[in-house]
């Protein structure tokens, strides 16, 4: 079955990159070579690799996943990832599939609970079980014809919905995206942070906000995210910033500022940390790779 999901993938990439599909939430990306580690964000999702293998960064952890394992990404993270087996005649080839709450909570109602004790890493990488593959490649094959997929689509994507939240990452599921134990707290933090990354805080606010302690809010965003909630703005102001500069032509100078720093060289320190190298030369690398490509 992963070389049926590779062959329907390699049909429907044309080349290097990611490619939207007919589907409302699926990517399908293509690599004819290992990659540097490259930051980024993903929403909560599913991941799946068809050839070839990846790792994803979060934190000290390290998430190496193929073509036997899936990834769930079970909130919004600011990542690093790295495709470190691929070639010409073996390209990698996977799909990200954005998970939908409303359907997760309609799911989950009809789903026996099992208990997750105490606050749950928002990453994960388990075994690839033949039905939820088999529900994946059919959602995949859909995006071939618009009209069947207008009709069908919606019910594979509650079967895949179902197979999760049945698999052994069910529990960590059910507490990420709908908030039991003490996940909703965090992930109202995780909301607060997105809708007000320009603004400076202070952690007892946002303490205040979600009503927990400060350490209590550090230990269990810390659980969730591996980072602070400090770190967690940094990241989404150092992305958004990168993004303004590649699809808005802004300068660092002018995108520091529009994301809430107040120096642009500590801007640039920071960035340089997380991109491994300074602000113009990244923008110029990543558009001659895009030009390239």
């Known amino acids: 079955m992963p070389t049926q999901l590779a062959h329907i993938i390699e049909q429907l990439t044309s080349g290097d990159g990611s490619h939207a599909t007919e589907i409302s939430g699926l990517l399908l990306h293509r690599l004819s070579a290992p990659s540097l580690p490259t930051p980024g964000i993903l929403c909560a999702s599913l991941c799946v690799v068809a050839q070839g293998a990846k790792e994803v960064r979060l934190g000290d952890g390290v998430y190496r996943y ?5 990834l769930l990404v079970a909130a919004h993270m600011p990542i690093e990832s790295q495709v470190i087996t691929a070639s010409r005649s073996a390209p990698y080839l996977s799909l990200s599939l954005e998970l939908d709450q409303a359907m997760i909570c309609e799911v989950a109602a009809q789903v026996p609970a099992e208990e997750l004790q105490g606050t749950s890493a928002a990453l994960a ?27 069908l689509s919606p019910l594979v994507m509650r079967e895949i919905t179902y197979r999760l939240l049945a698999s ?29 990354y320009t603004e400076p805080f202070r952690i007892e606010a946002l303490a205040r906000e979600v009503h927990l302690s400060p350490s209590a809010l550090h230990q269990h965003f810390k659980s969730v995210t591996a980072m602070s909630p400090l770190q967690y703005q940094k990241q989404l102001r150092l992305h958004e910033a990168r993004r303004l500069m590649l699809s808005d032509h802004l300068d660092a100078a002018e995108a520091s500022f529009r ?11 920071e960035y340089r940390r997380l991109f491994g190298a300074p602000p113009r030369q990244d923008i110029a690398d990543a558009r001659s790779t895009a030009q390239a490509s």
């Open 66 to 70: 193929d073509s036997e394992q899936f």
């Open 125 to 151: 990488v388990s075994p690839l079980e033949p039905e939820l593959l088999d529900a994946v490649a059919r959602l995949v094959a859909l995006s071939r014809n618009p009209r069947d997929s207008a009709v």
């Open 168 to 196: 052994e990452q069910g529990p960590r599921l059910r507490q990420i995206a709908l908030g039991d134990g003490s996940s909703p707290r965090i992930l109202r933090a995780l909301r607060w942070l997105r809708e007000h």
């Open 259 to 269: 994301v809430g720093y107040e120096s642009p060289s500590q801007f640039s320190r």
